[in-house]
């Protein structure tokens, strides 16, 4: 009989430990979940938030908020290298789309555009390519536009 006890306790054992280990397998072994890493989610401005679009390798930043006159800036070298240039749309202002142009780090042009006459034509014309505009930019340009 004692060959009998030993016996049951043997199985007995060998059962629970098939039994933990199996549960430890099943349960225990799962590793924590992976954590992914995260990338920063890229939040559109607001229409009031003042958007730097850099040295002006991507006209399209600019452009497409100039055309809304959002808050917008990019910077530009002149044609000879050395001529700091900035122009930035301050947003709308009194019902006109209001237009700043820096050289070297002085405002030269001061504008205010009526709604729909700021465009890629009208900045061509402001930095004098003719594009037949130059009434529209003289008048939003002027003491009496401001």
Known sequence: MTNNKILYIVVIVLALAVISGGLFFFLGNKSAPEEKATEPVAVAPTQEEMVDCGQAQDPGCFMNRMSGCLPVTTKMIG????????????????????????????????????????????????????????????????????
Request: charged content about 25%.
């Open 79 to 146: 044609s000879d290298g050395a001529t700091a240039i900035e122009i930035t749309i301050l947003g709308i202002e009194n019902e006109k789309c209001h237009f700043q142009r820096k050289i070297n780090n002085v405002v030269d042009l001061n504008c205010y555009f009526p709604k729909g006459t700021l465009n890629g034509d009208t900045l061509d014309q402001t930095f004098g390519n003719d594009k037949g505009l130059q009434k529209v930019v003289d008048d939003a340009c002027s003491p009496a536009g401001w």
